[in-house]
């Protein structure tokens, strides 16, 4: 159930959202509006009065709710409206006019606009013109000329509609820490609907903003982006001439007036403002990190492999930055994904971005490494190969964001971490079995994978019986058997792979040893000296994977 709270002013105000209340709505999606609740049950009803002009009736009803704020004249408080639309979810069932109207008493309570038992309240109605919400109306002048004491009602309202779901055997939202992008307005889902478009022009200007901000290095790039991507910008200068914010506008989403219709960076998220946008780009952008030309794609796969790292060693600013990075990464994989994935990633990205603000402040130069190896495949197409290492190794990173945000209690970031899992593992299993069915094609002998079964078992015994009974061995045997034409030895490899991190969190131990082993076969081999220290270590040092010999190791 979500509760939103409006405030208005002026001296129509009261007028104005009674008349839009009991009319036919924007998109002519009011209908039988009437009242389930007032401020002393026996208010005027517009919609419930058959022998009287409603237009009358509405009058009546406004005069009556404007009264208290009338008696203080000049005095009167620049806010005279509170509006509170309070939806019900989809999947819910239709409540009664009672229930409405129980719901509308413990919203306005819960809000101080009228507490339980208190007389001398404000006036309020709430008025229901569809199956699955109601608006309720209240003046903010209570019947003895005070102010209504209404401090942080929106979390107030929030709580409430918690335990309204509870109550009513709703669906159960997560609560949030105000760090949530701004929701569009029904009034803009009604004009995306007009308009034939999926979602609404703010979530668009959103998504191309961010896409920007993960793509570019400097302020010029990513005024330049976002004009490339079709998307007008306006500045905002002081008289000196500096930048200090700018707005973006659709090319065609206009007002009644023809004119186009602007969003702040900031009213977008609050992370998109020009301030919060240049001091990430300082950040991330002062000391570049090194990217190998040949193949960044590598670098990023490394990069996201060593996330669960951070977000596991209580470095909250350095786990922060991490997800940000992450993020953005999201945000740029649909443009160069093959295409028969990119909606799924495209909604992965989309559920992530709520994953990616909390109250605790992003060290965003952590995670220098993962930003500027995902540039660099966006930047070079070629690079990118068929997307299904960095598919997988992000799939398991959000999987480590979901418990993170769990365990401090961010309980929206972790449904949307969670929400962009489940479009990530289906955008990986359209992407890896083709990649593996063509890796298994260059499978080696018989005798040879007996051999590097040997290996495997060696490895990692406890998962080597359903490494080699997985349909992936064949794929992993090919990349073990080409890594040792490269150079590589096969056992030395294998335990490189292993010690990189877990196959705890794995869902397929075969799969991700495979393109762990494909990435790091793919590197220059070490001479037969460092090969022969990494299979015989000096005393004191221990192979990846193996027991430490002695207490010292241990406590290594």
């Known amino acids: 159930m979500i509760p939103k709270i409006i405030l208005g002013g002026g001296p129509e105000a009261t007028r104005r959202t009674i008349g839009y209340l009991f009319g036919k709505g924007r998109a002519n999606e009011h209908t039988d509006p009437h009242l389930v609740a007032s401020w002393n049950g026996f208010a005027p009803d517009p919609g419930r009065s058959p022998h009287r002009d409603p237009k009358e009736v509405e ?117 949030g820490d105000g760090t949530a992008a701004k929701r569009p307005t029904s009034k803009e889902h009604f004009k995306a609907k007009r308009l034939d478009q999926d979602v609404t022009s703010r979530e668009i200007l959103r998504l191309r903003v961010r896409r920007a901000v993960a793509a570019v290095s400097s302020e010029a790039e990513f005024f330049a982006f976002l004009g490339a991507t079709g998307v007008n910008v306006r500045p905002k200068t002081e008289p000196s001439g500096d930048v200090i914010g700018y707005s973006v506008a659709l090319p065609g989403d206009v007002n009644k007036q023809d004119e186009p219709i602007w969003y702040a960076g900031s009213t977008l998220a609050s992370d998109l403002s020009l301030p919060k946008i240049r001091q990430r780009l300082t950040h991330t952008s002062s000391a570049p990190a090194p990217i190998p030309p040949d193949n960044p794609w590598h ?61 605790i402040t992003a060290d965003d130069a952590s995670a220098r490494v993962l930003r500027s190896s995902v540039q660099a495949i966006w930047r070079n197409p070629a690079s990118v190969g068929d997307g299904s290492g960095l598919a997988m190794l992000i799939d398991t990173a959000v999987a480590f964001a979901r418990h993170w945000h769990r365990t401090r209690q961010h309980a929206q970031q972790e449904a949307a971490a969670e929400q962009a899992l489940r479009h990530l593992q289906t955008a990986y299993a359209q992407i890896a079995p083709p990649v593996l069915d063509n890796l298994a094609r260059h499978a080696p002998s018989l005798q040879t994978k007996h051999r590097l079964a040997r290996y495997v078992h060696k490895a990692v015994p406890a998962y080597a019986e359903r490494i080699l009974d997985d349909a992936a061995w064949d794929a992993l045997a090919a990349v073990l058997a080409e890594a ?70 241990r406590r290594r």
């Open 59 to 175: 009058k009546q009803l406004v005069a009556q709710l404007d009264q208290p704020v009338q008696m203080l004249g000049d005095k009167a408080p620049k806010d005279t409206v509170w509006h509170c639309p309070v939806r019900a979810a989809p999947e819910d069932p239709i409540l009664t006019d009672a229930q409405w109207a129980d719901i509308a008493r413990r919203i306005v309570a819960a809000a101080g606009i009228a507490p339980t038992g208190d007389e001398e309240a404000c006036r309020w109605v709430a008025v229901r013109h569809a199956d699955d919400h109601i608006h309720i109306a209240a003046t903010l002048v209570r019947q003895d000329g005070r102010r209504p004491q209404r401090g942080y009602d929106q979390r107030a309202v929030q709580r409430e509609a918690r335990r309204i779901e509870i109550d009513y055997g709703l669906r159960r939202l997560k609560p």
């Open 299 to 359: 670098q990023a796969t490394a990069a996201t492999e060593r996330i669960p790292h951070h977000l596991t060693r209580g470095d909250d600013p350095a786990a922060q930055g991490q997800l940000v990075a992450l993020g953005a990464a999201l945000d740029l994989l649909p443009l160069t994904a093959p295409a028969g994935v990119r909606s799924e990633l495209e909604r992965a990205a989309a559920a992530f971005e709520r994953a990616t603000r909390s109250r």
């Open 484 to 553: 040792e034409k490269a150079g590589h030895n096969a056992a030395t490899i294998l335990d490189q792979a292993v010690s990189q991190r877990t196959l705890d969190d794995a869902r397929n131990p075969a799969r991700a040893l495979t393109w762990r082993i494909q990435r790091l076969g793919q590197r220059h081999a070490p001479g037969p000296r460092a090969q022969a220290t990494m299979q015989h270590p000096v005393s004191g040092t221990s192979t990846p994977g193996a027991k430490p010999a002695n207490s010292a190791a």
